[in-house]
Nanobody
Framework: VQLVESGGGLVQAGGSLRLSCATSGRTSSTYTMGWFRQAPGKEREFVSVISRTGTTIYYADSVKGRFTTSRDNAKNTLYLQMNSLKPEDTAAYYC???????????????WGQGTQVTVAS
């Protein structure tokens, strides 16, 4: 399974970005999909997870109400809509594929290469 993120960039605080994660090699509906992020000098942290059918979604408290995760299994694509961005959201964002709605990186078997999000104050 290959995962490729896109959509990162530089945005002003309060702005929005939409990240995408394209899956190839196996249909994405086989996997639970998660988003994680890692800021310089910090541990990688959970952002959100969505179940295979999209009926169950969990968010980290730090992004709840601002970020929305969705998936289009017909397109084998995962999305992360990020609104009201803050400078503390600056990080490399990674998508991952796993087998359960786990809110930790040990629950995922496949990872993308990451896309950088920078929020300027």
């Amino acid at each position: 399974v290959q995962l490729v993120e896109s959509g990162g960039g530089l945005v002003q605080a309060g702005g929005s970005l939409r990240l995408s994660c394209a899956t190839s090699g196996r249909t994405s509906s086989t996997y639970t999909m998660g988003w994680f992020r890692q800021a310089p000098g910090k541990e990688r942290e959970f952002v959100s997870v969505i179940s295979r059918t999209g009926t169950t979604i969990y968010y980290a408290d730090s992004v709840k109400g601002r970020f929305t995760t969705s998936r289009d299994n017909a397109k084998n694509t995962l999305y992360l809509q990020m609104n009201s961005l803050k400078p503390e959201d600056t990080a490399a964002y990674y998508c991952a594929a796993g087998s359960g709605t786990v809110q930790a990186d040990w629950g995922y078997d496949y990872w993308g290469q990451g896309t950088q999000v920078t929020v300027a104050s």
